[in-house]
C-alpha cells in the first residue's frame, strides 16, 4: 500500500482511475488538462500550512495520460479546469472520508471551468471521483484524518 | 472621411454591448458599438430628473454580480474609475404592526433580526444561506457565465450526482414550484416569507410563478451582495466605455440602426436611419430587443417564416414592470419601526407594508389584470451609502411600486396622466412608515412610468425591464426562443448579445459574456479571458 503524496501512490491513483473509466460506454473522446492545487491548511500533516502542492494532469478519452507535479503555475500550460481547495478537504476524500460532490456543493473545493462538460458527463465524473476516493489503499504515515491527534508538520 | 468598416459591429452600447465589445477589442478586432440615444449605458441610466446636483438612477439600481461576474474583473471594472460599495444594512422589511425585519452583510445580525419572528426559521435560513453560499460559485459557473444547457440536462445531472440527497434545498423538483411553495415548504413566519418572497420579486422572480422556485438558492446565495456603484449606476457604462475605447473600440452615441445589411444569408454591416452605412467584416451582434432585431431591422423572408412568426407571437413580456418616483430630500426617512428595530433607518432598500406573500400574491393579480395597487412600495436611500449623488445635507430617494405596463383603463398612454396622481400616493405611503417626510422635506420628486420605460429604452418592450419574462419555458436555451437559445440566429453572422438572452436582464454581464463565447467558438478567436 502506497504512502499518500508519494510517487507510488499517484501511479496508483491512476491506475485506478484508468481501469474505472475502462469500464465506462461511450466516453467521450475529448483531451483536458487540469490543474490540482492542494493547499496546507495548518490541518492537514501531508502539506505544510502556506504551502501548494501542484499538479497537471491530462486526460484524454477519460484516461489519465500523464500527471506531474509542478512548483508554480504555468500560464503557458492552456488549463480547461482547476480544482482548488484545503489540504485536509484532499485528505479527507483520499481516505473516503469525505465525498468530493460535497466538498464542490459546499464550495470546499472550488471548482473553475467549462461546468457544462462536467454536467454532461456526470456519470463519468462520478466514476473518476470514486476511484480517486475509493480506489487505492494508502497508507498515511502521520496519521489519515482526523490525523489520529496528529497536528500539521 | 469616418472609418465605414469595422470587424464586429454592436448595435446598442448598454452594459452587454459595451462588455462583448471590449472583449472583442481587447482581442484585436477593430470594434464598433452604435447606440440610440445620446450616451451609453442602456439601463445603466443616472439623471438629474428632480433637481441639479441629485443623481437618481433611472433603471438599474441594485448591482448583485459584483465580483462575481467575470467581466468586471476581466475588464478592469474598478481600474477605469468606478468604485462600489456594499451597504452593510442591504434590505429591509418594515410590516404593518410596527416590526422590521432587516438582511445585513453580517450574517449574524440577519439571523438575529429573523430570530425576533421565529427562531426556527432563521435556524433554516442560516443552513439555506450557508449552503447557497457553498455553492453559488459552482452555480453561477454552470447556469450564469456558460452559454446555457437545457432544464433537462441539467436535472438529469443534478440527479446522477444525487445532489437531492445531498443538498437540504436543491431538487430537481423545484422545476414544478414556485418561490411560494419553496418558502412554504421550509419557512413558518408569514413576515420573513414575505420578506424573501420580495427578495425574489425584486430580482423579477415573481414568487407566484411556477418553476421559479429553481432560480431560489441562487438568489440567496447573492442576497447580501447589493452594491451600490458610486456616483450613479451610469459610471459602470462609463467605466465600460473607456475599456472599449483603450482597446481600441469605437462608440457612436445618436446613432439608431434602421436595418442589419444580409447579402446572401450572411450579416455584412447596418445601415443607421440617416442612410450611413457601415460594413462588418466578421459579425454584427445585437443587443436590442428580438423584435427589432429580426422584425425591423432585417427584411421580410431573410429568416425563416416560422421563426418570424414565432418572434410575434411567442416572445414573452413581463405581465408587470415597475412605477417609478424619484426625490430629492433634505431629509433622511425616520422610520417608527425603528423604535423596533434601529437598523432599519439605515436599510438601503426598504420594503413597505408586505406582511405575507398573500398580499403580494394580490397586487400581482391586480396588476395581471392592469390595475393599480394600493401602493406598498420599496425605498431605497442611494445617499444613505453614497454622499456624492446629492448635495451636502440633502438626499435621494427612490419608490419602486410593481405596476401594470398597460392599464386597464387606457392603455399604456393613460400612465401621463396617471403617473402625476400615483406618484403622491406612493409618497404617502412612504410617509405612513417615515412620518417625518413631510412635504416640506421633499425638495422635489419626478415620476418614471411604465410607458417612459418603454418610451426611453425601446428594447425594454411593454416596459420589461428584464427584456423577457422570468418564467421556465423562458431560461436558459429556451430564452427567448428555442432557435436562438445559443445566441446565434438563422443569419450568418448575427448574434443576439443582449438581456432577451440567457440569463436574463439585471447588470449580469451575462448576456454579453456569453455570446462573447458562442462568437469566439465561431471564429476561432483565443480565450484569453478564460483563465482557469
Redesign the interface.
Known amino acids: 500500500m502506497p504512502d499518500v503524496y508519494t510517487p507510488d501512490w499517484y501511479e496508483s491513483v491512476k491506475e485506478a482511475i484508468n481501469a474505472s473509466v475502462a469500464t465506462l460506454k461511450d466516453v467521450p473522446s475529448d483531451s483536458f488538462t487540469i490543474?490540482v492545487e492542494i493547499v496546507g491548511d495548518g490541518v492537514s500533516p501531508y502539506v505544510a500550512d502556506g504551502k501548494v502542492l501542484r499538479f497537471l494532469i491530462s486526460l484524454e478519452g477519460g484516461q489519465c495520460a500523464w500527471y506531474r507535479e509542478i512548483e508554480e503555475d504555468d500560464p503557458s500550460v492552456k488549463?480547461?479546469?482547476?480544482f482548488t481547495g484545503p489540504a485536509s478537504a484532499f485528505d479527507a476524500i483520499a481516505a473516503a472520508q469525505a465525498?468530493p460532490?460535497?466538498a464542490?456543493?459546499?464550495?470546499?473545493i472550488?471548482?473553475?471551468?467549462?461546468?457544462?462538460f462536467l454536467?454532461?458527463q456526470?456519470?463519468m465524473?462520478?466514476v473518476l471521483l470514486e476511484a480517486y476516493s475509493k480506489g487505492v489503499e494508502t497508507t498515511w504515515p502521520s496519521g489519515q484524518p482526523p490525523y489520529d491527534g496528529k497536528g500539521a508538520s | 472621411m469616418p472609418k465605414t468598416t469595422y470587424d464586429a459591429i454592436i448595435i446598442g452600447a448598454g452594459h452587454n454591448g459595451l462588455t462583448l465589445g471590449s472583449y472583442l477589442a481587447r482581442s484585436g478586432l477593430e470594434v464598433l458599438v452604435l447606440e440610440r440615444r445620446h450616451e451609453e449605458g442602456g439601463g445603466l441610466c443616472s439623471e438629474e430628473v428632480t433637481q441639479p446636483g441629485f443623481v437618481h438612477n433611472m433603471h438599474a439600481n441594485y448591482h448583485t454580480f459584483v465580483d462575481m461576474a467575470p467581466p468586471v474583473r476581466d475588464l478592469d471594472v474598478r481600474g477605469h474609475g468606478i468604485e462600489y460599495v456594499r451597504p452593510e444594512v442591504q434590505m429591509a422589511s418594515i410590516f404593518d404592526d410596527g416590526q422590521a425585519l432587516t438582511i445585513h452583510t453580517d450574517q449574524a445580525k440577519t439571523l438575529a433580526s429573523m430570530a425576533r419572528f421565529n427562531e426556527e426559521d432563521a435556524e433554516t435560513f442560516r443552513r439555506l444561506y450557508d449552503e447557497a453560499h457553498g455553492f453559488v460559485d459552482l452555480l453561477l459557473g454552470t447556469l450564469m457565465y456558460q452559454p446555457p444547457m437545457s432544464v433537462k440536462e441539467l436535472t438529469k445531472a443534478l440527479a446522477t450526482f444525487g445532489v437531492e440527497d445531498r443538498s437540504e434545498f436543491l431538487s430537481v423538483k423545484l422545476r414544478r414550484e414556485s418561490i411560494n411553495q419553496f418558502l412554504d415548504r421550509h419557512f413558518t413566519d408569514p413576515r420573513i416569507k414575505a420578506h424573501l418572497a420580495f427578495h425574489g420579486a425584486v430580482c423579477s422572480y415573481t414568487n407566484d410563478v411556477k418553476g421559479l422556485a429553481i432560480g431560489y438558492p441562487l438568489l440567496v446565495g447573492k442576497i447580501d451582495n447589493w452594491h451600490l456603484c458610486l456616483g450613479g449606476s451610469h459610471r459602470l457604462a462609463h467605466a465600460l466605455w473607456r475599456d472599449l475605447a483603450q482597446h481600441g473600440g469605437v462608440m457612436w452615441s445618436d446613432a439608431e440602426v434602421a436595418k442589419v445589411l444580409v447579402d446572401g444569408n450572411r450579416a455584412v454591416g447596418v445601415r443607421l436611419s440617416d442612410g450611413t452605412e457601415f460594413e462588418a467584416r466578421k459579425l454584427v451582434a445585437s443587443t436590442v430587443s428580438v423584435e427589432q432585431t429580426l422584425l425591423e431591422f432585417i427584411d421580410p423572408g431573410t429568416i425563416p417564416d416560422d421563426l418570424a412568426q414565432d418572434v410575434k407571437t411567442k416572445i414573452q413580456h413581463k405581465d408587470w414592470t415597475l412605477f417609478s418616483v424619484h426625490l430629492a430630500l433634505d431629509a433622511l426617512p425616520q422610520y417608527e419601526a425603528a423604535a423596533f428595530d434601529p437598523d432599519v433607518d439605515r436599510a438601503w432598500v426598504v420594503n413597505l407594508g408586505v406582511d405575507s406573500p398573500a398580499r403580494l400574491d394580490a397586487d400581482w393579480e391586480k396588476i395581471r389584470r392592469g390595475q393599480l395597487v394600493e401602493p406598498q412600495p420599496n425605498a431605497a436611500v442611494n445617499s444613505l451609502y453614497d454622499p456624492t449623488d446629492a448635495p451636502e445635507g440633502y438626499y435621494t430617494g427612490l419608490l419602486r411600486q410593481f405596476a401594470p405596463f398597460a392599464l386597464a383603463d387606457g392603455g399604456e398612454g393613460a400612465w401621463d396622466e396617471m403617473g402625476r396622481w400615483y406618484g403622491p400616493k406612493c409618497i404617502d405611503a412612504w410617509r405612513r412608515y417615515a412620518p417625518n417626510l413631510t412635504d416640506d422635506h421633499i425638495v422635489d420628486w419626478s415620476v418614471f412610468t411604465p410607458h417612459d420605460i418603454a418610451r426611453k429604452l425601446p428594447n425594454m418592450v411593454r416596459g420589461d425591464w428584464m427584456m423577457g419574462e422570468i418564467s421556465l419555458d423562458n431560461m436558459l436555451d429556451e430564452r427567448p426562443l428555442p432557435e436562438l437559445g445559443q445566441y446565434r440566429t438563422p443569419v450568418e453572422g448575427l448574434y443576439m448579445a443582449g438581456s432577451t438572452q440567457h440569463p436574463h436582464g439585471f447588470i449580469t454581464f451575462g448576456p454579453g459574456y456569453n455570446a462573447l463565447q458562442v462568437i469566439a467558438d465561431d471564429l476561432g478567436i483565443e480565450k484569453w479571458w478564460a483563465r482557469i
Open positions: 490543474a488549463l480547461d479546469y482547476r465525498d460532490i460535497d464542490a456543493l459546499a464550495g470546499t472550488k471548482v473553475r471551468g467549462d461546468m457544462r454536467m454532461r456526470a456519470q465524473v462520478q
